[in-house]
Nanobody, 121 residues
Framework: QVQLVESGGGLVQPGGSLRLSCAAS????????MDWYRQAPGKQREFVAT???????NYADSVKGRFTISRDNAKNTVYLQMNSLKPEDTAVYYC???????????????WGQGTQVTVSS
């Protein structure tokens, strides 16, 4: 069994910061990419940021320069530092990990349960 658990969401004023964490646990052999997605009310889930096992990153245009993704491979944990938050960043944030449970298994995407981020004055 594999679990991804997000934490760090909450209510913050516009211009503020939050740091999200997502820890993967369970029967994990190897983790490839780790991503953050978000889903606002009434909208489709959208890509936010991704990081490879080697540390290469990519961001959605809407968060470039404001959000930073990082990871601790020893802890199987990915982070999302969010600065200069805007009301339009309000959403449920989900982490996703592409991982293998054994050396011969195929790569598979696992999702966390999500954490709410609300940006409001």
């Amino acid at each position: 069994q594999v679990q991804l658990v997000e934490s760090g969401g909450g209510l913050v004023q516009p211009g503020g910061s939050l740091r999200l964490s997502c820890a993967a646990s369970g029967s994990i052999f190897s983790i490839n990419t780790m991503d953050w997605y978000r889903q606002a009310p009434g909208k489709q889930r959208e890509f936010v940021a991704t990081i490879t096992s080697g540390g290469s990153t990519n961001y959605a245009d809407s968060v470039k320069g404001r959000f930073t993704i990082s990871r601790d491979n020893a802890k199987n944990t990915v982070y999302l530092q969010m600065n200069s938050l805007k009301p339009e960043d309000t959403a449920v944030y989900y982490c996703k990990a592409m991982l293998k449970t054994t050396t011969w298994a195929r790569w598979y995407d696992y999702w966390g349960q999500g954490t709410q981020v609300t940006v409001s004055s």
